[in-house]
């Protein structure tokens, strides 16, 4: 396992608001992931970067209708749900794949530019696989923003792997695991 100085820790599906792709674009790669969790391997897999929320929230600048409808929305849903304390930045076909098989999601918590460039770093020297995020929080949270906004509901990775499971999007023998297990 890989160690860190910046902050890291094993975070429940229900506190971390995630990406909007849906169903994740290559089942593929969420096989792989899947069967690394299901053998019991998911430590060796990088953490999941997430920015807490009391650190920032992903809104959009400008005053148009459009930007002030999606900030409303986005703060109404972080209110209503207590329990969200995370914003997910890369990482849906791990995190899809640890919920379904009843792990936790081992994440690195950016809460300053310097947790990004360390976490970057561990991708060039191949500890950590890729970061698809900015190099600030303030840009990441941007980033975040724009990727969300022309989302039609929010949802945590819990919520969006079990509608992946209620739907059947997914494979057969991941819904079969994740009820069962």
Known sequence: M?????????????EIITTRDFPVHNEHILK??????KKGYHKILPPTP???????LPLLGGKSKKVQEYNKRIKKYIKKNKRIKYLMLD????????????????????????DIKEFVDLVQIGEVF?????????????????????ARFFETIEDKTKR????KVIPKFMIDYYRNK
């Open 2 to 14: 890989v160690r860190f100085c910046i902050n890291h820790q094993n975070l429940k599906p229900n």
């Open 32 to 37: 792989i992931y899947f069967k690394i969790c």
């Open 50 to 56: 997430v920015i807490p929320l009391f650190v920032g």
């Open 91 to 114: 990482g849906s076909h791990k995190t899809t794949a640890l919920f379904l098989t009843h792990n936790k999601i081992n994440s690195v918590i950016f809460e300053k530019d310097v």
């Open 130 to 150: 890729s970061l698809s995020t900015k190099e600030t929080i303030k840009d990441s949270l941007m980033e975040m923003a724009k990727h969300l906004k022309d």
């Open 164 to 167: 992946m499971v209620g739907e």
